[in-house]
């Protein structure tokens, strides 16, 4: 018999105030929650995220909808190795037994998911797929390896991704990211940009915050390019401006250590000190001393032919434009304190037009009856006016143009570590790089893996890395680096479609039918992650021509945390919240004490946070349900709070 919740959902159905979704000839409802960890055990916090896709998912099968509703998981990993070194197991048994613990507490909350459906990203079965399409997207020019600085995170030993940098430290360790020069693979996300962009206004329902942050992350700025010449060599640099209209108070460029131009100084030894001094300083990002650099070179300047000097600096970096600015002191601060500590020019192009006589600089606004001064043709123009005029007089010239920059940079998907997707590449003996033929797919991990040694375990191994190229029959070395775990979750809501095809990732009729995920449910933290990269993936399978839709989810709901009460110890020790108790002293204050090692111990009471294992605040699912039943544990998760909203347990 439907449930008192069903039959409300039904009137509201039937009122046409729930869902937009009409019914169709098809019959189809896809909702999907977010690929989880196999971590070992799930809280109340996940009962409530899988809950909120159970409710849908059963409210749509009771309206003669075929529903998909599958689980996976996303099982490759550090945690997985880290804690196969810590216990002397390999990580496929310490996953799989995660697996196997996490799906028996799932079936006994009595959700409606499809088993038969489940897929593991650890499966060779799984990542056979994963190499193949790696493979497409190299033969297609989306894969590519270069030399570069990377984010090295010192504690999980690991290359990560720009998005995978939160406030300077590493997303999973917390441990400070350093800079570390590696040859890596990238993806290029880049070439996606636009669409990416533009395409988020179609994400109508999407939560608005979600589409704010892959726009502000996308960061598209609107600017000219400027070539400038060298005087003393035949090479150019190419400045990029968001500010053409202040080009006549340019007296110095700046470059970034990484800059091209770098290379003519590769064998000096001042400079290389000085490039490692930069690189040390944007590990630490929020270093306000400006470094520099005097190259001896110039360039000349494009209107007035003036000699401008060229620097090197720490502040200029290589996620920006091209690399290199030209420094306006009188009309930015970081070029302002640069010139004074250089003891450059400083030009005044814009004048304030509530006081002719103002002399503080630097001047960075632009109102309504500002002017350009000192500014040659420019002169008296209003500074949009003049930003008009010189960028089409930089076109005309053939010595600029207009040009849209993203902040957006190329993924690297390189990773040092085992337990990982392997890299389908190999480097023969005659110096050639060439992807694995797709009939020795999957390139499998050796299951006889050595820990002990410090770095990458892959390419430690005694045997493993040595091969044969199949075509030619030439030895070959295999690539030793893994895939980024966000590869493996950026297409698996594909492989749901066609969970047990064996001869190709997925089935065009399965996924023409299913996609796009009509329901997906998941968290914030993963806006520019798992949801930028799986929104890329899409496109980019688009243009290897698999007839896949662009955009991977329809509806997204981002649900809110379930937060629980913390407590630490005086020395800063997570303490489980049932192991404290209260006393009221004789004053009526409230102290917390919990047993330790047989003795009470003072613990201070910390913000209801996020429940996390590492702060030892979570609630078992188990102990609810065997003391209240499965029923009434999803029935308090669904009805407490709504489900965009943080939880407080109690």
Excluded at 51 to 78: C, E, Y
Excluded at 290 to 300: A, N
Excluded at 321 to 345: E, V
Excluded at 509 to 534: F, Q, R
């Amino acid at each position: 018999k439907p449930s008192i919740i069903e039959k409300k959902w039904q009137n509201l159905w039937d009122k046409k105030k729930l869902f937009s979704v009409k019914k169709n000839k098809k019959q189809k409802f896809y909702v999907l929650e977010m690929f989880p960890y196999p971590s070992g055990n799930i809280h109340m916090g996940h009962v409530r995220n899988y809950t909120i896709g159970d409710v849908i998912a059963r409210f749509f099968k009771n309206n003669q909808f075929n529903v998909l509703h599958p689980m996976g998981w996303d099982s490759f990993g550090m945690p997985a190795e880290n804690a196969a070194i810590e216990n002397n197991l390999n990580p496929k048994v310490w996953t799989e037994k995660n697996i196997n613990n996490m799906k028996k507490q799932l079936k006994s909350i009595g959700l409606s998911i499809d088993w038969g459906r489940e897929i593991s990203t650890c499966d060779d079965q799984y990542y056979k797929h994963q190499q193949k399409l790696f493979i497409d997207l190299y033969n297609a020019g989306l894969v590519y390896k270069k030399d570069s600085y990377v984010n090295w995170d010192p504690v999980d030993e690991t290359v990560l991704a720009n998005e995978q940098v939160i406030d300077g430290k590493g997303w999973r360790s917390g441990a400070l990211v350093e800079k570390k020069k590696l040859s890596q693979w990238f993806l290029k996300i880049s070439k996606f940009s636009q669409e990416l962009l533009s395409d988020l206004n179609k994400l109508d329902q999407w939560p608005e915050k979600v589409r704010a942050m892959q726009r502000n992350w996308i960061g598209v700025s609107e600017g000219v390019e400027i070539i400038f010449n060298i005087s003393e060599k035949k090479n150019k640099i190419k400045v990029f401006t968001t500010r053409p209209e202040t080009i006549f108070g340019a007296t110095f460029i700046a470059l970034s250590v990484e800059h091209e131009i770098s290379s003519l100084f590769d064998s000096d030894l001042k400079f290389a000190k000085f490039k490692n001094l930069c690189i040390k300083d944007q590990e630490k990002r929020d270093s306000d001393e400006k470094f520099s650099f005097k190259t001896g070179l110039h360039v000349i300047h494009p209107f007035n032919k003036k000699k401008i000097p060229v620097f090197f600096t720490n502040y200029v970096l290589m996620d920006y434009g091209s690399g290199a600015i030209f420094g306006c002191p009188a009309h930015d601060q970081r070029d302002y304190d640069f010139a004074l500590k250089n003891n450059l020019d400083i030009v005044k192009v814009i004048q304030d037009h509530l006081d002719e006589n103002l002399t503080a600089l630097p001047y960075c606004e632009t109102n309504e009856g500002d002017r350009i001064i000192n500014s040659d043709f420019l002169d008296n123009l209003h500074p949009f006016e003049g930003k008009e005029k010189i960028t089409q007089i930089i076109h005309k010239s053939k010595i600029g143009g207009k040009k849209t920059d993203f902040r957006l940079r190329d993924w690297g998907v390189s990773r040092q570590r085992y337990w990982g997707c392997p890299i389908p590449i190999i480097y023969t003996e005659d110096g050639k790089t060439l992807t694995v033929d797709e009939k020795d797919l999957p390139v499998k991990l050796p299951d006889n893996i050595d820990f002990k040694n410090s770095g990458n375990p892959l390419s430690n191994h005694p045997t493993w890395k040595n091969t044969k190229c199949s075509k030619t029959g030439k030895k070959a070395i295999r690539e030793t680096d893994t895939l980024d775990t966000f590869f493996d979750s950026s297409w698996y809501f594909l492989r749901f479609c066609s969970p047990i095809e064996k001869s190709i990732p997925f089935k065009e009729d399965d996924v023409n039918y299913w996609m796009p995920v009509d329901h997906y449910i998941g968290g914030v933290e993963h806006a520019i992650l798992h949801l930028l990269y799986s929104r890329f993936f899409s496109r980019a399978l688009k243009y290897c021509n698999y007839n896949v839709p662009e955009e991977p989810f329809k509806k997204l709901v981002t649900q809110g945390m379930v937060c629980h009460e913390t407590f630490q110890t005086v020395d800063s020790k997570w303490i489980n919240p049932e192991n404290v108790f209260s006393e009221k002293d004789k004053k009526g204050k409230i102290n917390y004490y919990a047993k330790k090692d047989g003795k009470v111990t003072l613990v201070l009471k910390g913000r209801s946070e996020k429940m996390s294992k590492s702060k030892k605040n979570v609630v078992d699912p188990d102990s609810i349900i065997s003391n209240y039943g499965a029923d009434t544990a999803r029935l308090f998760m669904i009805s407490d709070s709504p489900p965009e909203r943080d939880l407080d347990w109690s």
